[in-house]
T-cell receptor, first 112, second 112 residues
Framework: DAKTTQPNSMESNEEEPVHLPCNHS???????IHWYRQLPSQGPEYVIH???SNVNNRMASLAIAEDRKSSTLILHRATLRDAAVYYC?????????????FGKGTLLTVNP | ETGVTQTPRHLVMGMTNKKSLKCEQH?????MYWYKQSAKKPLELMFV???????ENNSVPSRFSPECPNSSHLFLHLHTLQPEDSALYLC???????????FGEGSRLTVL
């Protein structure tokens, strides 16, 4: 799997936007960018994914750089429930690589 | 309700015991996964099943034995484990092997 690089930790205040960065300079043309998060004492949860264009869903937005070598997960208004470890992962959309490899992720702390 | 149910949630076993972890998905998916999460380490992929056929065994010791009797159920049979096998074992499913993963809440295993 192509590798991603994320900050170990970030801190935010409640009701403020949060921008979680991810670098993936070795991304290939068929790699999708996936984000998952893991709340304390729970299994990981799918957040969002994209290929080239920016994506929005009810949980978050994903902004993808034009060269696709980096991306940013945006939480528009952080809540205390958003405190979690956020994982940025590349997934081959070509169909042959089914391994979803998790790194250490970014631990997001949300202050009241 | 995540759609993926794991039992038991907590398990304590001795090194000579034989036990099993069970996973059931209610999402109509055709791929299922076992991941291991040890303290302060990234999630490690153990096994992948697609259409009830094992497609990945990520160099897992033989004391872990998976079983997938149908597309909705996945088991992990445990025997003669070591204390270092103590971890959170997470089950996941996806619509296809490259789709988004839906995780259960995990089974916390302690080996004495």
């Amino acid at each position: 799997d192509a590798k991603t690089t994320q900050p170990n930790s970030m801190e935010s205040n409640e009701e403020e936007p949060v921008h979680l960065p991810c670098n993936h300079s070795t991304i290939s043309g068929t790699d999708y960018i996936h984000w998952y998060r893991q709340l304390p004492s729970q299994g990981p949860e799918y957040v969002i994914h994209g290929l080239t264009s920016n994506v929005n869903n009810r949980m978050a937005s994903l902004a993808i750089a034009e060269d696709r070598k980096s991306s940013t997960l945006i939480l528009h208004r952080a809540t205390l429930r958003d405190a979690a470890v956020y994982y940025c992962i590349l997934r081959d959309g070509g169909g042959s690589n089914y391994k979803l490899t998790f790194g250490k992720g970014t631990l997001l702390t949300v202050n009241p | 309700e995540t759609g993926v149910t794991q039992t038991p949630r907590h398990l304590v076993m001795g090194m000579t015991n034989k036990k099993s972890l069970k996973c059931e998905q209610h999402l109509g998916h055709n791929a299922m996964y076992w991941y291991k999460q040890s303290a302060k380490k990234p999630l490690e992929l153990m096994f992948v099943y697609s259409l009830e056929e094992r497609v990945e065994n990520n160099s897992v010791p033989s004391r872990f034995s998976p079983e997938c009797p149908n597309s909705s159920h996945l088991f992990l049979h445990l025997h003669t484990l070591q204390p270092e096998d103590s971890a959170l074992y997470l089950c996941a499913s996806s619509q296809r092997v490259t789709g988004e993963l839906f995780f259960g809440e995990g089974s916390r295993l302690t080996v004495l």
